[in-house]
């Protein structure tokens, strides 16, 4: 059984750019939750998808979006980058209303210069 | 927002057990309380999870009191992999929220 992976594990942008970042589920997993961590702050929720479709969402900004594909990966994306957006994002899996553990991936370091 | 309040940071000795303690006075009823622990440069990982009386697994045990406006995570044994930040969250009953909301969690740091 494969763990939740994700990638790339650090990139760097510039300011008003766009990034796309990916995340793999763990096998048989159809809920996929997306955090943003800033430096020395616990995780906070941005959005999650169950079955493809967003299924709550917390107090980010439209410009950040998701999709999650019927192999229950995921991609979060992020337009008109701002130097804030600089964190650890990470992605979560789990089995909706099966389970309550969700398991996370080592994140992706984004910085924005 | 759902709202636990924990330490900044603890100390213990390596294979001394540790407490944990985390207060969530304003819980209500269909919260349960888990546990999530980040290690360095890793994403949080599963401890343990509880909604009235007190859970035991193969990583830790998790004390609730009776009111349920506090519980206590103990590691019997620390050892240096669990130097680790730890949060305590409140989480819905109900199946179809999966939102975790994380606070700032407690720094634990183990002394060999």
């Known amino acids: 059984e494969t763990g939740v992976t994700q990638s790339p594990t650090h990139l760097i942008k510039t300011r008003g750019q766009q990034v796309t970042l990916r995340c793999s589920s763990q096998s048989g997993h159809n809920t996929v939750s997306w955090y943003q961590q800033a430096l020395g702050q616990g995780p906070q929720f941005i959005f999650q998808?169950?079955?493809?479709?967003?299924?709550g969402r917390g107090n980010f900004p439209p410009r950040f979006s998701g999709l999650q594909f019927p192999n229950y990966s995921s991609e979060l994306n992020v337009n008109a980058l701002e130097l804030d957006d600089s964190a650890l994002y990470l992605c979560?899996?789990?089995?909706?209303?099966?389970?309550?553990?969700?398991?996370f991936g080592p994140g992706t370091r984004l910085t924005v210069t | 927002d759902a709202k636990t309040t924990q330490p900044n940071s603890m100390e213990s000795n390596e294979e001394e057990p540790v407490h944990l303690p985390c207060n969530h006075s304003?819980?209500?009823?269909?919260?349960?309380i888990h546990w999530y622990r980040q290690l360095p440069s890793q994403g949080p990982e599963y401890v343990i999870h509880?909604?009235?009386s007190n859970v035991n697994n193969r990583m830790a045990s998790l004390a609730i009191a009776e009111d349920r406006k506090s519980s206590t995570l103990i590691l019997h044994r620390a050892t240096l992999r669990d130097a680790a930040v730890y949060y305590c969250i409140r989480r819905p009953l109900f199946f179809g929220n999966e939102k975790l909301t994380f606070g700032t969690g407690t720094r634990l740091t183990i002394i060999p």
């Open positions: 998808y169950y079955r493809e479709e967003e299924n």
């Open positions: 509880g909604l009235t």
């Open positions: 304003t819980i209500s009823g269909t919260d349960y």
């Open positions: 979560a899996s789990s089995l909706a209303r099966e389970s309550y553990e969700q398991y």
